[in-house]
């Protein structure tokens, strides 16, 4: 019985290196690339085509994009606009941006006492967190709607409608029956 270490040391095993067969020793990987690409060239020149242009001759069509196929990307904003604008959401987008940008629009001790709660058919409601505040809002009110339509657009907002704090009123001795 052999031993396997002989097996793997033995010289009956072929040797494809240089030192023990006298041969040329073997190419390396970026030779054989090398030969390989020049031999491509010297192919296509043959045949009188230039690697990697491929068999089309004149100038190349402007690609051009069809209809539902989606064609070359578009930047972010105009895309978003486009839907916006497609699907009619441009008002609702930009009342939804004075709802983000209450303080920028009415100022910020007033955004501080104030909140707008909803927006419909031209009328923006707008909650106070105390009657005080209501007051200042609504005798504020025909500024405000020329600001909001400066953000807007023009007669986008109609009417500013201000509601007071909602909590119990009080009754008391005091009350007419």
Known sequence: MTDPQDVHNSSALPDSGPLNSGEAPAKSGIELAREALAQARADAAKRGSVPGQGRRKGPRAPRVPQPGRGGDPKPFGSAIRELM?????????AVGGVFGNW?????????????????????LTVAADSTTWATQLRLLS????????????????RRVKVVGPAGPRRTGAWRVR
């Open 142 to 157: 025909s500024t405000l709607v020329k600001r909001l339509n400066e953000e807007l657009g023009h007669n986008t907002v």
């Open 103 to 123: 303080p920028g629009i009415v100022g910020p001790e007033l955004a501080e006492h104030t909140r707008p709660e909803k927006f419909e058919d031209g009328e």
């Open 85 to 93: 604008s497609a699907r009619g959401w441009e008002q609702r987008a």
